[in-house]
């Protein structure tokens, strides 16, 4: 039999996506982003977000079939963003995925928007060995997540107490005068900075804190110490060095991220690290994780950067996979939810 034909649909956020694999291998990768509209307000703004996307879908939607060089008539079944993620925008690529789906009489599969972002490694790594430990780090979580058998459930290790690795970044990133989102240009200040010339806090790690929270996460103290830092400077009428700055920020972050990666894998036996999600695309997290899981035989897995971000590529991967493993598809009434939790992978 030929590997399935399956088309995905990203709106959870500020970028709409939409993917086509044939089972492991990436045909299409379309994508619209709306992010230019929200960055005077530093953060992404919901109803500008839907809005976009309302826009975008019909038209990435064609150029996705066109760049695969099918129609939707070839495609076995369509994969879309149900959850977690802005309620409005989610609702626009259900919405879009249910008539696709009823009109050419295909299959549809709401989907875990985090399961995806774990998915995705397979178009560019094979099959993913389970079972694997995933670290994901985006605009809005960072988990630790054990993955037994992606096409049934995940099992959530530890999470951020307070805000996401991305979120951090977005708001250091704001603070440092960079633009928004703030990870990409934070990652290429700290290439011409000293990430060892301050030292910030490593939320978590104490002794007194990993008896209850081992495999989770806290990066507004960190965030708050930036700013901090930064205050003292200004006040002291002395130019902040943003390149150090950023370095020693983003080297904190990484630090702790794949110290409790890794910390994971050794206490679930586990050898294989995954790492997704829009944090992931960062440069110092990717050479950390290499250098640190090789010398604990630790297989590293991060995509090319492009595939770490949202897209609709992540959705098709993990469709296709749910096909693969004969999970059933959704209902056409499958609702949007902006609260599914990690353990559903599909609805
Ligand atoms: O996964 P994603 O595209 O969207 C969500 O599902 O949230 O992640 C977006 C986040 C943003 O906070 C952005 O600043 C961050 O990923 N990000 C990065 C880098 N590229 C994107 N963070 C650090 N370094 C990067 N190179
Ligand atoms: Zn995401």
Redesign the pocket.
Known sequence: MTEPLVLGIET??D?TGVGVVRGHTLLADALASSVDEHARFGGVVPEVASRAHLEAIVPTMQRALDDAGVTLADIDAIAVTAGP?LAGALLVGVAAAKGYALAAEKPIYGVN?LAA?VAVDTLEHGPLPEPAIALLV????SSLLLVDDLAAGVTPLGATIDD????A??KV?RLLGLPF????P??RAAREGDGESIVFPRGLTAPKDLARHRFDFSFSGLKTAVARWVEARERAGEPVPVAHVAASF?EAVCDVLTNKAIDACRERGVETLVIG???A???R?RALAEERCAKYGITVRVPR?KL???NGAMVAALGSHLVAAGVAPSRLNLPADSAMPLTVVSV
């Open positions: 959870s956020c970028e993620g928007h972002h985006s605009g809005g979580h996401a690795a991305g979120e970044f977005d990133a989102p703030g990870g990409p934070i990652d983003q999600g829009g944090v695309a960062n440069s997290l950067p770490c971000t949202d």
